[in-house]
């Protein structure tokens, strides 16, 4: 299996334009998770799926924020429109019943 | 609010000593715990877990300790090498609660020098 995968591996972009990060799970699993990790707060949940239907959405700091499971195979981590504040790592993960996380390689965006 | 701490934001160990990498939490309900091991420009990978019904587990050189009293766990590695170098997150979840979402900390930067 290829693990997880995320794309793009980079993304740079002005402050106001619309973002959208892109996570492949490994095949199987069920669930779903999106990470942010910032020096401050280290690793921070923004929101999980559990068969493709959103579960816990808490962490998603504002309405900028949105998140998508389109399928078992995809999902995307919109933000619109972005903002400086929002330059950090974002990670993808999955797992199957919920235990065993398995990260991607994640996403750094600057915003500028 | 962090639920999940590591207060400890760096470390260094020579090679070959112990390293110990502290973590706090403050969620009774927590009742497995995780580390995470990072390298740069990589995700996390998972390195120990524990359960709150053990106070101990080992793995090769890696031995994780949970103290549920103090709400604290601690991660040895013994004897400590240069690939050992990362950065080390503590991970926690509620998962007997019907939530499977890890908590994370801030992380620890290990740095073992050769």
């Known amino acids: 299996d290829a693990g997880v995968i995320q794309s793009p591996r980079h993304e740079v972009t002005e402050m106001g334009q619309e973002v959208t990060l892109r996570c492949k799970p490994i095949s199987g699993h069920d669930y779903l998770f999106w990470y942010r990790q910032t020096m401050m707060r280290g690793l921070e949940l923004l929101i999980y799926f559990n068969n493709n239907v959103p579960i816990d959405d808490s962490g998603m700091p504002e309405d900028r924020f949105s998140a998508k499971m389109p399928n078992a195979s995809f999902s995307t981590l919109k933000i619109q429109p972005s903002e400086p504040r929002d330059s950090a790592v974002y990670f993808c993960a999955s797992s199957y019943l919920g235990y065993g996380y398995t990260f991607g390689s994640g996403t750094r965006l600057t915003v500028v | ?114």
């Not at chain 2, 106070?55 to 890696?62: A, L, T, V, Y």
Request: with cysteine; charged share 20%.
């Open chain 2, 1 to 114: 609010d962090q639920q999940v701490k590591q207060n400890s934001p760096s470390l260094s160990v020579q090679e070959g000593r112990i390293s110990i990498l502290n973590c706090d939490y403050t969620n009774s309900m927590f009742d497995y715990f995780l580390w995470y091991k990072k390298y740069p420009a990589e995700g996390p990978t998972f390195l120990i877990s524990i359960s709150s019904i053990k106070d101990k587990n080992e793995d090769g050189r890696f031995t994780v300790f949970l103290n549920k009293s103090a709400k604290h766990l601690s991660l040895h590695i013994v004897p400590s090498q240069p690939g050992d170098s990362a950065v080390y997150f503590c991970a926690a979840s509620a998962g007997t609660s019907g939530t499977y979402k890890y908590i994370f900390g801030t992380g620890t930067r290990l740095k073992v020098l050769a």
